[in-house]
């Protein structure tokens, strides 16, 4: 009895292993947590777009912008257990988490979101970090370069102590050398706050403006342009590995070039929000002066240094790692 149960399972085994083989396309989950009009919805959409063209139509992604499938701070872990193949995280909503690509959220002055988006992804591939090691990262990109959006104005240092300002994660330590307060949770938690009042405003890119409707609730902007927001894209390991090795080369060669591609997207998508702002919403754009930086670099800098101290700690060349990321800058400007 045991035996043919036995045997049944094997045949049963090599009927699903051929059914596997025979049926050539594949449809792979992909979670996201912000609302699908936004900048990691509208890129995950195009790279589904070009991985179903590209593949044939061998591999389909079915999308789930808005946390339907997985929220915010679900998604790292979520992709490991397989309870979606891919998703789109905010690095800076878990801190403590990726000691070495931390360093993209450093107020490094990094000018635009197509640059900090190229060099997220060089620097990954160069350093190949151990704390992306139980995922396939697909690809990587930043938001652009955070500014404060806000209820009242925000001109100056002296207005900005103790207003309770939204961000995440190193952007929070931002806003607080800025002298704010900042009450660090993930964009889809932000519209409620700024309604409720919990927040007086944020600290992100500006396009959010429109693609979330804040210029409804801020008609002010105050420019800082210090530092950007990283995201990855990540694969559960064992779905990559399942994959033809035609398609894995498909979307190794997508990598560098979604990272690019949502950069320009985003830069140019920033612009038209903040016409469309001052459009329809009279938004006003205030720029801390340069004594005011002067007098916050201090603190800024110590941002920088405490976490060259925590990575080293752990092992990191997170010297070198900033010794690259100047270099590049230096060429941008160049
Ligand atoms: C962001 C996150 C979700 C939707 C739009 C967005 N624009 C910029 C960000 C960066 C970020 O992760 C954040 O929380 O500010």
């Known amino acids: 009895m045991q035996r043919r149960i036995a045997l049944s399972l094997m045949l049963l085994m090599v009927f699903l292993g051929t059914t596997a083989v025979s049926t050539s396309a594949t449809t792979l989950t992909y979670a996201n947590f912000p609302p699908a009009p936004t900048f990691p919805c509208v890129q995950m959409e195009r790279w589904a777009d070009e991985v179903?063209?590209?593949?044939?139509?061998?591999?389909?992604?079915?999308?789930?912008?808005?946390?339907?499938?997985l929220g915010a701070k679900q998604i790292w872990r979520g992709v490991q257990y397989g309870q979606a193949d891919i998703g789109c995280i905010s690095l800076a909503y878990q801190p403590g988490l990726f000691p070495l690509m931390s360093v993209m959220e450093l107020p490094l002055g990094l000018?635009?979101?197509?640059?900090?988006?190229?060099?997220?992804?060089?620097?990954?591939?160069?350093?190949?970090?151990?704390?992306?090691?139980?995922?396939?990262?697909?690809?990587?990109?930043?938001?652009?370069?955070?500014?404060?959006?806000?209820?009242?104005?925000?001109?100056?240092?002296?207005?900005?102590?103790?207003?309770?300002?939204?961000?995440?994660?190193?952007?929070?330590?931002?806003?607080?050398?800025l002298g704010a307060t900042p009450?660090?949770?993930?964009?889809?938690?932000?519209?409620?706050?700024?309604?409720?009042?919990?927040?007086?405003?944020?600290?992100?890119?500006?396009?959010?403006?429109?693609?979330?409707?804040?210029?409804?609730?801020?008609?002010?902007?105050?420019?800082?342009?210090?530092?950007?927001?990283?995201?990855?894209?990540?694969?559960?390991?064992?779905?990559?590995?399942?994959?033809?090795?035609?398609?894995?080369?498909?979307?190794?060669e997508l990598g560098p070039e979604q990272a690019a591609w949502t950069g320009r997207y985003m830069d140019n998508h920033v612009q038209k929000a903040l016409a469309w702002a001052q459009k329809e919403h009279g938004l006003t754009t205030h720029a801390l002066s340069a004594t005011a930086l002067e007098a916050v670099q201090p603190k800024l800098d110590k941002l920088i240094e405490e976490w060259v101290q925590d990575a080293s700690a752990k092992g990191l060349p997170a010297k070198a790692v900033l010794r690259d990321i100047s270099a590049r800058l230096d060429k941008a400007e160049a």
């Open 52 to 69: 179903e063209k590209r593949t044939d139509g061998a591999l389909t992604i079915e999308t789930f912008p808005g946390g339907t499938l």
């Open 183 to 252: 009450v660090s949770m993930p964009m889809p938690d932000t519209p409620q706050a700024l309604q409720k009042g919990v927040v007086q405003g944020l600290f992100s890119s500006l396009e959010v403006l429109k693609d979330l409707n804040f210029a409804a609730y801020c008609q002010h902007v105050t420019r800082t342009d210090l530092q950007v927001y990283p995201f990855a894209v990540i694969m559960n390991k064992r779905v990559w590995e399942d994959l033809p090795e035609s398609t894995k080369k498909i979307l190794n």
């Open 111 to 177: 000018p635009s979101a197509e640059t900090a988006s190229t060099l997220m992804w060089d620097l990954f591939t160069s350093y190949s970090p151990e704390e992306f090691d139980k995922v396939k990262v697909l690809t990587m990109f930043t938001s652009a370069p955070s500014n404060i959006m806000s209820k009242k104005p925000l001109p100056d240092l002296a207005s900005l102590q103790g207003v309770e300002l939204r961000g995440s994660g190193t952007a929070s330590r931002i806003l607080e050398a």
